[in-house]
């Protein structure tokens, strides 16, 4: 299993950590290409990043952020189910990241999860270059959370979309959370990132991350294996407690 497991004392500890790696991956993507690609996920990560965020404003070049979403729900932007929305009350609203540089779902196409695959799929081509040109997009980070059935992004554990090799946004109609219809970042996506953070917060999770980390056992965020870049798990302390065998690094308050 690569990465690197944090168990954090408290949300604020977890909280403060993220910010730090968000601003490590940003500060190298500045220096090597000037702009900061990230695809953020929905759930209970966006409070958390926002949190650590919104706390040290400072060195954060907001207006070099390129911000995609690791998956999405196909409702209406602002319906209480939409990721963006989510991530828009969390952060989006408190910091200037220029609108433009928002990739969402078309709303236009909700009811049409192929189609609006396909176009996320090009919104995407035309930030990281021609697909002909490029075979997979490299992130500089992608935030990650995963569900207490060990299911990433909209990545269902059993569901063949874990198979996909091709497509870098695919769509699912029959995701057993609902909503039931989503489009979603492919593995190989996910896995030629440059870094990856997974944000596991809560007692609900313990049981897949003992499965994933001591059982090794193939559910979707198992999956998650960096092909170049770093991969790093945060959790708090309830969500870390059944790991067994894994090394698991302590971060307490200061
Ligand atoms: O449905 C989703 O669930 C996962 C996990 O959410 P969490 O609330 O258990 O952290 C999330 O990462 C994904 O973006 C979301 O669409």
Redesign the pocket.
Known sequence: MSGTIYACTSTAVLAQQLRDLVVRAQDQALQSHDRFTVAI?????PRTLAQGLLAQPEGLHWSKWHVFY??E?CVPLDDAES?HRLVQAELLDHVPIPRAQVYTLNPALVTNPEEAANDYEKQMTDVFAHKDAVRLPVFDLIL????PDG????LFPGHPLLDEKERWVSYLQDSP?PPPTRITLTLPVVNHARRAVFVVIGSNKQDALARIFDHKEPLPAQRVQLVHGELVWLMDEAAASAIQRAPIARLVEN
Do not use: Q
């Open positions: 996920s929905g759930g209970s990560l690791a998956d729900r990721n990650l959370g995963m569900g299911h990433t992004c909209s959370k």
